[in-house]
Structure formats: structure tokens, C-alpha cells
């Protein structure tokens, strides 16, 4: 079994008693569920750097990467710092987040925040809803094209917007639909955990014009935005080169401000 695999059996169990404690009327019921969603598709469309700036404080492939610093702390750095929205990694037992997380971050910044999970039943997206998100992450390697089409569309209509991510020609073709506003290219292979934006570029061409082309993981250095923009992705998601410095605002801040400089 390889790591994607034991992530999705955990999170089926995981989901499978979540539900037998906390009831949809609850979630329905909390104070958030009524708020209006912020549009990242939005923000990145009208920006210069494309900065989806993460919150994760660990990854299977990297055990842990910063503890030190408050939630509060590390979101209001990037809001600060320009970032067009933020992704807030939710998943406990591999990644070190939770929904408590998602929680914090939407109460310091006024930023569209993505619940970076790996979703694989409506309940999560009402969670999601619940807890302050304003988009959701779905993986095509783990879902099959009824299961994207169903839970994009119950997202959409809980008013969160869509980032559909897609590692290979294959999971693209098979997920591209209506109700979808992003589509990201993750550059690490989720079953190996290496790393190339040669993913990037190869797909490039087959994402339509309708979404928003994202580039997401391993992306470290403005020379390798530089490189994606041609392609005509207009988000990159970027986690730990600012997660593993001593200030991830700071990082961020420096970050976009040299790419608006050779804008």
C-alpha cells in the first residue's frame, strides 16, 4: 500500500465515526455556515503573483516542518505579505492540521482559505463549510469522475468554489467538468512523493481556458514561477519554503514583492 492509499483508508474510517458524533444539523447550524464564500478564482485572476500561500506544519515526506509558530501568527503573515488566499492543511494524522486550524485562520484574515483535506464524502465539505472555508480541495488520483462530479456540485451549491487537482493527462481528462473553477497540477507524485514541474508544463496545454490552471508543491524559487507563467497558470501553491523559515510572513512578503518586481 503505498502512502495515498493508507491516507485514504484512514480518512474513511476517520470520516465514517466524525459522523456518528457531530450530526449534519450541527454543522449546518453553526455561525459560519451562513457566511458569504471570498472568491480565490477572483483574486487570482487580478494578480500579479498568484501566491496561494500554505499553512502545514508537517508532510509524510518531510515528518515535521515548523510547530513554532501560532496559526494566527503564520495567516495574518501572509495576508500581510499579499498572498491571494491561503491553504490550510486539515488532515491530523499525516500532516499535523485540523479543522481547529481552519477555525483560527478564518477568524485573523480576510482571505479566501481552502481546506486542504483529502475529501472523499459530502460531510467534509459541509465541514468545511462550517469551519470557514471558502474552497475545497478535491483529488482526482482517488476520486472516480461520478464521485468528482457529485461533490463539486454539492460544494458549489454550499456556494465554495472548486480546486480540482490532477497529476497526469489520464486524471485530467477524466475529471474536467462544469462545475470546477480550478484546476491544479500537483508537480509530487502523490504515490512516490517526488517532485518536477515538468508536470506543469505537460498539462498545461490540455487544461481549458474555462479554469484557473494552478501549479501546486515543489515550486521554491521565483525563477520557478517565472517558468509556469508562459503556460498561463495564474496560482501557485507554495507551503514549505515559507513554512521552514523563521518568519513564514516575512518569507511570503519577500517572495511576492520579487516577483512583482520583474512583472
Known amino acids: 500500500m503505498n502512502i495515498l492509499d493508507a491516507i485514504i483508508s484512514d480518512k ?8 456518528t458524533i457531530i450530526p449534519v444539523s450541527q ?4 455561525a459560519l455556515f451562513e457566511r458569504t464564500p471570498l472568491s480565490l478564482s477572483h483574486n487570482l485572476k487580478n494578480s500579479t503573483s498568484g501566491i496561494i500561500a500554505e499553512h502545514k506544519r508537517r508532510s509524510p515526506s518531510k515528518s515535521v516542518i515548523n510547530n513554532s509558530f501560532s496559526v494566527e501568527e503564520v495567516v495574518k503573515g501572509y495576508e500581510n505579505a499579499g498572498a491571494c488566499g491561503i491553504s490550510v492543511l486539515t488532515d491530523g494524522k499525516y500532516f499535523g492540521g485540523s479543522l481547529e486550524d481552519l477555525l483560527l485562520a478564518r477568524a485573523s484574515v480576510n482571505l479566501p482559505l481552502l481546506r486542504k483535506e483529502f475529501i472523499i464524502d459530502e460531510y467534509q465539505i459541509l465541514e468545511a463549510k462550517a469551519y470557514g472555508a471558502d474552497l475545497i480541495l478535491l483529488i482526482a488520483a482517488v476520486l472516480s469522475r461520478a464521485e468528482i462530479k457529485k461533490l463539486s456540485e454539492f460544494a458549489q451549491c454550499l456556494g465554495l468554489e472548486v480546486l480540482l487537482e490532477v497529476h497526469n493527462r489520464e486524471e485530467l481528462e477524466k475529471a474536467v467538468m462544469p462545475s470546477l473553477n480550478m484546476i491544479g497540477v500537483n508537480n509530487r507524485n502523490l504515490k512516490t512523493f517526488e517532485v518536477s514541474l515538468d508536470y506543469s508544463w505537460q498539462l498545461a496545454a490540455f487544461i481549458p481556458d474555462d479554469f484557473v490552471k494552478v501549479s501546486e508543491s515543489g515550486i521554491s524559487t521565483v525563477q520557478a514561477v517565472q517558468a509556469l507563467q508562459p503556460y498561463g497558470y495564474k496560482g501557485y501553491l507554495i507551503g514549505e519554503k515559507f513554512m521552514k523559515s523563521n518568519d513564514s510572513g516575512k518569507a511570503c512578503k519577500d517572495f511576492i514583492n520579487q516577483i512583482n518586481i520583474t512583472v
Open 12 to 19: 474513511r474510517r476517520e470520516v465514517t465515526l466524525k459522523k
Open 27 to 30: 454543522l449546518e447550524a453553526a
